[in-house]
């Protein structure tokens, strides 16, 4: 059986033709401790606007978008160095959340990113105190107010009957490099693409236990599907009923282009009886018919892709929003994928335990912070959840 796709399912709908939703509507489908931040990036001064249930507020920022994004740029630098960088975290700090007037009143942030800030991992800024904003917050992304209203206000025909589709352990043909030699741990074993003829790829050695034990965690084996080595194809995956699972968790190298976005890649194992050709592409996943409260990329570079200024990212984790995705969860840069294992391993106990989705990634961040010590943020911040994060899965 083929998965079932649509030619413009739901979500995609919404997104391409619905009206802007008014300042009004949004407020209602708003937690009592959520603050929604807005951004537009411009110059000479750049602005935020601050929604939370009782109002919505414009605040000038003190610096315009060039500063912004040159203070961006050179923390992702460090970061991608694997460095710490506090001076340009209490900077950035200051320019997109100081001015904010209550935050200290919030749990939880939920930013519409423009520009770069989308590459910004804004849970790794230090607040005046010193800490990260991650201690204090749970922070989501969206793309835009319209989708969030949207997914919080989505009405599905049916459930979801099955719990988690997970899929790792892929047969790549390289082992993994030696840590010893390259630029660090984080290009020793990550969980990038080589090669996207797939003719070069190394092979992901916690992959496996890692979909094992998110799927323990939840408790629910019945309900679930594992596909590992030879059943890990894209044509076993397409022949799920993907639309009847809640979650759907890919442990695989990816690949995404900002200047081909459509290129945009999950790397899956091919099947010689099928013409499949093993890559998951962006056009091919906006096709699929979903009803997923959770996608997880445990790839890299899954939520970057083409910047397309207030309208976002063009690259995967939009499209299985617009598969029918509530949320997903996708990598920033290239993640590591013994550090990966850890933090997916706590997210998925925190999940079972009935946290919401934010939430849930939010302490799993904490644990690893908290049994591995203040490591730069390129070991844990790499993660985030774009979309609805605010609802707990019910299992």
């Given amino acids: 059986m ?21 300042l009004e509507k949004l407020r209602t489908v708003l937690l009592p401790d959520e603050v929604v931040l807005d951004y537009v ?12 249930q009782n109002q919505g507020v414009i605040v000038m920022l003190p610096a315009g978008e060039k500063e912004i994004e040159e203070a961006t740029a050179r923390y992702l630098g460090q970061i991608e160095a694997e460095k710490h960088d506090d001076l340009d975290a209490k900077k950035l700090y200051d320019l997109l959340l100081g001015p904010i007037g209550r935050l200290s009143q919030t749990a939880r942030l939920t930013i519409i990113p423009d520009a770069m800030l989308w590459n910004l991992p804004i849970e790794t800024l230090r ?9 204090s917050h749970a922070v989501s992304y ?21 719990a988690f589709l997970g899929i790792g352990g892929v047969p790549y043909d390289l082992e993994p490099k030696d840590a010893s030699t390259g630029r660090g741990i984080m290009r020793a074993v990550s969980r990038g693409i080589y090669d996207v003829s797939g003719e070069h790829l190394y092979r992901l ?10 799927e323990q965690s939840l408790n629910d084996p019945d309900r679930s599907v594992l596909l590992f080595d030879g059943n890990a194809t894209e ?9 009847n699972f809640k979650i759907l968790h890919f442990a695989v190298h990816g690949f995404s282009s900002p200047q081909f976005p459509d290129r945009a890649a999950l790397v899956l194992g091919r099947d010689p009886k099928s013409d499949e050709d093993g890559l998951l592409q962006l056009r091919e996943i906006t096709q699929l018919s979903l009803s997923a409260d959770l996608v997880t990329l445990s790839a890299c570079d899954t939520s970057t892709g083409k910047l397309e200024g207030e309208e976002g990212v063009n690259g995967l984790t939009e499209a299985f929003l617009l598969a029918g995705a509530r949320s997903v969860v996708g990598a920033l840069w290239e993640v590591d994928d013994s550090a990966t294992d850890t933090v997916m391993k706590s997210f998925y106990t925190h999940l079972a335990k ?13 644990e690893y912070l908290g049994r591995l010590g203040d490591r730069p943020p390129a070991f844990w911040a790499g ?12 299992f």
């Fill in 127 to 135: 607040g005046p105190d010193g800490k990260y904003v991650v201690q």
């Fill in 205 to 214: 050695p916690a992959s496996r236990q890692e979909v094992i034990a998110a």
């Fill in 235 to 243: 044509s076993k995956f397409k022949s799920e009923p993907l639309s």
């Fill in 354 to 366: 009935g946290e919401d989705k934010a939430s849930a990634l939010r302490l799993a961040k904490l």
């Fill in 2 to 22: 083929e998965a079932r796709t649509q030619p413009a399912n739901s979500v995609r709908a919404a997104a391409l033709h619905a009206q802007p939703v008014d």
């Fill in 142 to 162: 969206t793309p835009s107010s319209t989708v969030l209203y949207y997914l919080r206000t989505l009405q599905r025909h049916a459930e979801p009957q099955m």
């Fill in 41 to 52: 990036l411009a110059e000479p001064a750049s602005f935020c606007m601050a929604i939370d």
């Fill in 383 to 394: 993660f985030t959840l774009v979309g609805d994060g605010s609802a707990p899965i019910t």
